[in-house]
């Protein structure tokens, strides 16, 4: 899957609220999207502007057959660290930090 289709349904999940968030620890400065430092507004603002440069594409590492989407850009003047995955209907949360 390229990132012009990965970037259109984490889009897409953003806008319908089809969106989980791993556990893990550090939340509080590895996801700030789920302590609502960072808006779902803010986040599709900063996808939405992402570059296919900025895009990396693994697997999962407890399961293989999973694609874990990384994107790596600057926002704002921030560098910005956003890592998830999908499980239909929905986009889920590794990470988003600066």
């Known amino acids: 899957m390229g990132f012009k ?3 259109k ?3 897409e999940c953003l806008q319908s609220g089809n969106i989980l968030h791993e556990s ?3 939340i509080d400065v590895k996801n700030l999207l789920l302590i609502e430092e960072l808006s779902i507004d803010e986040l599709i603002s900063i996808v939405a502007r992402a570059r ?9 590492h407890i399961s293989a057959d999973i694609d ?3 994107v790596k850009t600057v926002y704002d003047g921030k560098s910005w660290y956003i890592k998830w995955y999908f ?4 986009c889920i949360f590794i990470s988003v930090h600066n």
Do not use: A, T
């Open 52 to 60: 296919g440069n900025e895009y990396e594409c693994s697997p999962h």
């Open 68 to 70: 874990v989407h990384i």
């Open 24 to 26: 893990r620890g550090d």
């Open 87 to 90: 499980v239909e209907p929905s």
């Open 5 to 7: 289709r990965v970037k």
């Open 9 to 11: 349904q984490i889009l």
